[in-house]
C-alpha cells in the first residue's frame, strides 16, 4: 500500500516525500486507517516495523485538518526515555516540515534554557508535545500547562514505561486530561500490566497485533561462549578483523560501557559511548557523531536498546547476555532495519549459558555457537543440560578449531 491511498493533506504528503517514505509497513497499513477514522488503538509491534511513523503520521493529518486552539497542547506523546523523546520529534520535524504543525520535545536533564523553553511552549501552546512521564508530571504540578484541549494522546513502548516504574506517573498525567480525546497505545509486548492499563484509559479499542517476540530472520545472528577476561579482546578482534560500517555494543552496567570504550580506543577504535552517567549534551553529541559517521562504535548500555532509530546499523553486539528474551529482541532489533540486512553476536559467559538458552527458546532457534581465535585461548564448552537441544549436532560441534570467527 502507498502512502498517496492514505489521501493524507498535501501538505503532509510534500514531507513524506522528501523523508524518502513510499511504502507503508504492515503496521503503518492496518494502523494508520483507524486513527485516521478516530478510534482508539492498542498496538503491538515489534522494534523497526515503522509504528512511529504509524502514529505520527495520522495524528499530523488530523490535526491539520481539523480547528483547534494554537494557543493550547493539541496533541502528547508520551515515552519511556529522553532518547526516544528527541528521535520522535526530530521524526515529526521532517515528516511535518511542510505544515505548520508546532512541536517540542520536552524531557529530564537539560539546562535552565531548555526548561524556559519548555514552560514558554507549555504556556503558550504547542500542538504536539512529546515527553517523558516525570517531566511532563514536574511541569504539569506547577500549574501552567494548558490541557483544557487536548485531543490526541499517545503512549508509546507502554512496557517499557511500566517497566521503568512510570505507572503512577502516567495515571497523574492522564487524571489532568480531558476525558474526551483519541487515546493511542503501542507496546513491544502484552503482558497482563499492560491490558490491564489500556482498560482504564482505552474506549472499545481497535487491536493490532504484529509482534511475535522473535528478531527478524534477516538478522544473522551468531554467539560466543567466553570467559569475561576473554570479551574485549574478542570484541577487539572483531572490529578490527570483519568489515563493519556502523556498530553498536550493548553492555548491561555503566562500568562495564565505560572500561570497553576506553580499551576499544586504546586499540585504535573509533568508539563513543551512552550512559546515563554522562550530561544529556554529552549523549546527544555522542549520537550525533555517530549518526554522521565520525564515529564507527557506539558502546552503550539499554538506555539505547529501544531508543535509537538508525536505519544503517549493520552490527550490534551483546557484550553480555541481556536480562530477559524481549530485552535481547530489541537490542538485536537495532539493526537489519528498513530493509537492510544485519549482524548481532552475543558473548556468553559461563554464568549466563542458563540465561542465554532461555531466549533461545524464547525466540525458536538455536544461536550459532562460534569459535574464538586461538590466540584468545581455550573458550569454555556450552552446556546447558536442562534446555532441549535440537538434534543436528551443533551445541557441541561448533567448537572446533576449524568453525568460522562469526559472520
Do not use: W
Not at 523523508?19 to 482508539?40: C, F, K, M, W
Not at 506517573?169 to 499492560?194: G, V, Y
Amino acid at each position: 500500500m502507498k502512502f498517496t491511498d492514505f489521501k493524507f493533506d498535501a501538505r503532509l504528503l510534500e514531507g513524506i516525500e522528501a523523508s524518502n517514505y513510499d511504502t507503508a509497513t504492515p503496521v503503518q497499513e492496518q494502523v494508520i486507517p483507524h486513527i485516521l477514522e478516530g478510534r482508539d488503538i492498542i498496538a503491538s509491534a515489534q522494534t523497526g516495523t515503522g509504528k512511529t511513523a504509524a502514529f505520527l503520521l495520522p495524528l499530523i493529518n488530523n490535526i491539520l485538518g481539523t480547528l483547534h486552539d494554537a494557543s493550547s497542547i493539541t496533541a502528547m506523546i508520551i515515552v519511556p526515555t529522553r532518547e526516544l523523546a528527541i528521535q520522535i520529534s526530530q521524526h515529526l520535524e521532517g515528516l511535518s516540515y511542510f505544515t505548520s504543525i508546532s512541536s517540542i520535545a520536552i524531557y529530564g536533564g537539560g539546562d535552565g534554557n531548555a526548561f524556559v523553553q519548555e514552560k514558554k511552549a507549555l504556556t503558550m501552546g504547542a500542538d504536539i508535545v512529546v515527553c517523558t512521564p516525570g517531566k511532563m508530571m514536574s511541569h504539569i504540578k506547577m500549574g501552567y500547562v494548558k490541557l483544557d484541549n487536548l485531543k490526541y494522546l499517545v503512549l508509546d513502548e507502554a512496557d517499557r514505561m511500566l517497566d521503568m516504574g512510570f505507572y503512577d506517573d502516567i495515571d497523574f498525567i492522564i487524571q489532568h486530561l480531558p476525558k474526551e480525546r483519541q487515546n493511542l497505545l503501542f507496546s513491544a509486548t502484552m503482558p497482563p500490566k499492560i491490558r490491564t492499563l489500556a482498560k482504564t484509559i482505552l474506549n472499545n479499542p481497535e487491536e493490532v497485533n504484529i509482534s511475535l517476540s522473535k528478531p527478524p530472520e534477516k538478522i544473522k545472528q551468531f554467539a560466543f561462549v567466553v570467559h569475561d577476561q576473554q570479551k574485549i579482546p574478542l570484541i577487539v578482534y572483531l572490529l578490527k578483523h570483519k568489515q563493519f560500517k556502523m556498530v553498536v555494543v550493548f553492555c548491561s552496567s555503566k562500568l562495564s560501557v565505560k572500561q570497553l570504550t576506553k580499551d576499544l580506543k586504546r586499540n585504535g577504535i573509533n568508539a563513543g559511548e551512552i550512559h546515563s552517567d554522562l550530561e544529556q549534551e554529552e549523549r546527544e553529541n555522542a549520537l550525533s557523531q555517530y549518526r554522521s559517521g565520525r564515529l564507527h562504535v557506539l558502546v552503550a548500555t539499554d538506555i539505547l536498546s529501544r531508543g535509537i532509530d538508525i536505519d544503517d546499523i549493520d552490527l550490534v553486539i551483546n557484550f553480555d547476555v541481556p536480562h530477559d528474551g524481549e530485552d535481547y529482541v530489541h537490542r538485536i532489533g537495532r539493526t537489519a532495519r528498513a530493509e537492510a540486512d544485519g549482524t548481532a553476536y552475543t558473548l556468553i559467559n559461563v554464568k549466563e549459558q542458563r540465561k542465554f538458552a532461555e531466549i533461545e527458546k524464547l525466540i525458536g532457534k538455536e544461536v550459532l555457537k562460534c569459535a574464538i581465535p586461538e590466540e584468545l585461548g581455550e573458550q569454555p564448552e556450552y552446556n546447558v543440560s536442562s534446555f532441549a537441544r535440537s538434534s543436528n549436532g551443533r551445541s557441541k560441534g561448533n567448537f572446533g578449531k576449524k568453525k568460522p570467527v562469526g559472520k
